[in-house]
């Protein structure tokens, strides 16, 4: 299976600064053929399910804000908060998607400092 | 809109059984790869099961296989989860949820069901 791992396991960020969290997979998720990567983004508030924001690493879901962004390629990634917002306070989470099982890190969780 | 409402969980002593149950709307429901994926404190997200839109294709955790089985029925836009000999490491929220990509490829997950808690103990 591929491990994803994510840091840090929590993140506290000002109002109005830059979050970045990093995943890393255990192997690369680059599909050659479509030079695309088999990854995505998820946001969870307390007592909601997972929220997608990003798939195929960098493309941002219809109605998530232009401050989520994603990049990275191969095996590390990055999503980044460009200016922190108090709606943006939840558990981040990546999830390859390459192949079965897909699996998914472990959550990195985000507060205002 | 997109829904996914899940049904069948709650407290079940260890050895027993459950069926969880989702219903879609607001999509082709027969068009989409569906999956069942679960949440724990300590184990995070976890993908137990997953099933293609003929069912013709079915992936079980190493975790569970053998003892769960995932199926559906297109005709009426539900998803199943039958549970049997149950643990108490299957204490979880069950979700259901959908591929964002139609018919078979990979696909990351665009809608989740609100979750249904299966809690197994003596």
């Known amino acids: 299976d591929i491990v994803m791992t994510q840091s840090p396991d929590s993140l506290a960020v000002s109002l109005g600064e830059r979050a970045t969290i990093n995943c890393k997979s255990s192997q690369s998720i680059l599909y050659n053929s479509n030079n695309k990567n088999y990854l995505a983004w998820y946001q969870q508030k307390p007592g909601q399910p997972p929220r997608l924001l990003i798939s195929w690493a960098s493309s941002r879901e219809s109605g998530v804000p232009d401050r989520f962004g994603g990049s990275g390629s191969g095996t590390d990634f990055t999503l980044t908060i460009s200016s922190l917002q108090a709606d943006d306070v939840a558990v981040y989470f990546c999830h390859q998607y390459y192949t079965t099982p897909n699996t998914f890190g472990r959550g990195t969780k985000l507060e205002i400092k | 809109e997109v829904q996914l409402v899940e049904s069948g969980g709650g407290l079940v002593q260890p050895g027993g059984s459950l069926r969880l149950s989702c219903v879609g709307s607001g999509f082709t429901f027969k068009n989409f790869d569906m999956s069942w994926v679960r949440q724990t404190p300590g184990q995070g997200l976890e993908s137990v099961a997953d099933?293609?839109?003929?069912?013709?294709?079915?992936y079980h955790a190493d975790s569970v296989k053998g003892r769960f089985t995932i199926s559906r029925d297109n005709s009426k836009s539900t998803l199943y989860l039958q549970m049997n000999s149950l643990r108490g490491e299957d204490t979880a929220i069950y979700y259901c949820?959908?591929?964002?990509?139609?018919?078979?490829?990979?696909?990351?997950?665009?809608?989740w069901g609100q979750g249904t808690l299966v809690s197994v103990t003596s």
């Open positions: 949820a959908k591929d964002r990509v139609v018919g078979p490829s990979p696909s990351p997950i665009d809608y």
């Open positions: 099933i293609s839109t003929t069912g013709d294709l079915i």
